[in-house]
Nanobody
């Protein structure tokens, strides 16, 4: 079955640069677009970034220029490099793939605080 497992979150100081990973299984990774979303406390889930199977990338306005999405098709893994973090980036970050339905990982929390 489809599995998405995020890792790499935690407590980060403002200006920090963590990298999130999402290891996947159960589908043909290289054929599918992958997405990152996030949900801050008390807010709706927000689109962060998308990468197509061919490597074309798209970003939400709030992270454009600071975050970079990438993928390693040999490892069936998608990454989110986060730079210049701000307290407002505090959220649970989720990996997503759409395969006739949305599949989500369990999420990895990122807390930006000094």
């Amino acid at each position: 079955q489809v599995q998405l497992v995020e890792s790499g979150g935690g407590l980060v100081q403002p200006g920090g640069s963590p990298r999130l990973s999402c290891a996947t299984s159960g589908f043909i990774f290289s054929d599918n677009d992958m997405r990152w979303f996030r949900q801050a406390p008390g807010k709706q889930r927000e689109f962060v970034a998308r990468i197509t199977g061919g490597g074309i990338t798209y970003y939400g306005d709030s992270v454009k220029g600071r975050f970079t999405i990438s993928r390693d098709n040999a490892k069936n893994t998608v990454y989110l490099q986060m730079n210049s973090l701000k307290p407002e980036d505090t959220a649970v970050h989720y990996c997503n793939v759409y395969l006739k339905a949305d599949y989500w990982g369990q999420g990895t929390p990122v807390t930006v605080s000094s």
